[in-house]
């Protein structure tokens, strides 16, 4: 079992920054590969970022250019910086450990975390 943990979101305004973190904890041993997914109220979860056990990475066009992905396997945790935030960025951000990236397929999920983008 893997438990994922998320935080750093917020309220924040158009253009502001965030950085949401993902701790991992239990059979971390089996993670190698991890995505940040995010789901808008009445919408489908999609995809945002992955990173790889090798460090390589995967945006989501909407997100390229604004969004960075990155590990610290010290602390087994998970980063997603997001810079000039946009109301349609709203949404609940969850993490996950993922099985295969191309394509995403998640093996465990963390509780959310709420973003909000005021205009």
């Known amino acids: 079992q893997v438990q994922l943990v998320e935080s750093g979101g917020g309220l924040v305004q158009a253009g502001g920054s965030l950085r949401l973190s993902c701790a991992a904890s239990g059979s971390i041993f089996s993670i190698n590969n991890m995505g940040w997914y995010r789901q808008a109220p009445g919408k489908q979860r999609e995809v945002v970022a992955t990173?790889?056990?090798?460090?390589?990475?995967i945006y989501a066009d909407s997100v390229k250019g604004r969004f960075t992905i990155s590990r610290d396997r010290a602390k087994n945790t998970v980063y997603l910086q997001i810079n000039s935030l946009k109301p349609e960025d709203t949404a609940v951000y969850y993490c996950?450990?993922?099985?295969?990236?191309?394509?995403?397929?998640?093996?465990?999920w963390g509780q959310g975390t709420q973003v909000t983008v005021s205009s």
């Open positions: 990173i790889t056990n090798a460090g390589g990475t």
């Open positions: 996950a450990s993922l099985l295969t990236v191309v394509p995403p397929r998640p093996s465990y």
